[in-house]
């Protein structure tokens, strides 16, 4: 049985960690591995989900497949010189993850609600990641709805790239940029007593 103190010990970790979580936009090698990786997002597809429908399917890319994509892009760019620029965006991390939404039909849980579980899912992902010492940024990516893009990736009629989560290893003496905190009180609001 859990104790107060322990179950205190292990809010105060996980509250820490997403305040402390911070985008990491300098990325070099490593970046996890596939078993790591499949270690992770087991862990993220945790995230809320209104009858764990999963409307969402990752795409790893690595190695030489980072560049083709890159190319893929880049045929999108209307003038060369942004090609070469939005092929170079596609090598500033190690690893890139293609987040792919894939709305299902269902007659309860709307598209908004899968939309919200996908985001989610990549969120705790992009925590659980910090938490272990790599770093990630979400990006939209350059021309995420190209034909090239979406044929490269096979991504399918019905579905949507979200862009990329760019992971590997923070870049040494690149420290957490601070964040302050955010004055939230006018983002809340009270219906009901609140005198209890």
Do not use: N
């Not at 997403?18 to 970046?31: F, G, K, N, Q, V």
């Not at 910090?130 to 990736?153: I, T």
């Not at 760019?166 to 939230?184: F, K, L």
């Amino acid at each position: 049985m859990t104790t107060v103190p322990a179950a205190r010990a292990a809010t105060d970790a996980v509250e820490t960690a997403i305040r402390s979580r911070r985008s990491t936009i300098r990325l070099t090698d490593p970046a996890p591995g596939p078993d790591e990786l499949l270690d992770l997002l087991a862990a993220a597809a945790t995230a809320p989900d209104h009858g764990q429908l999963r409307p969402w399917r990752l795409i790893a890319i690595f190695g030489d497949a980072r560049a083709r994509l890159g190319e893929a892009a880049a045929e999108a760019a209307p003038t060369s010189d942004l090609a070469e620029r939005v092929a170079a965006k596609h090598l500033r991390a190690p690893l890139m993850l293609a987040v792919i939404f894939q709305p299902r039909g269902h007659p309860t849980i709307p598209r908004w609600e899968q939309l919200a579980a996908t985001s989610a899912m990549a969120t705790t992902l992009l925590l659980l990641l910090d938490a272990r010492g790599w770093g990630g940024v979400w990006f939209g990516g350059p021309y995420p709805d190209a034909p090239q893009v979406r044929k490269h990736l096979g991504i399918g009629d019905g579905e949507q790239l979200l862009g990329y989560l760019y992971v590997g290893t923070p870049v040494p003496g690149d420290g957490p940029r601070p964040r302050p905190t955010a004055d939230v009180r006018c983002k809340l609001t009270w219906l009901g007593d609140t005198s209890r």
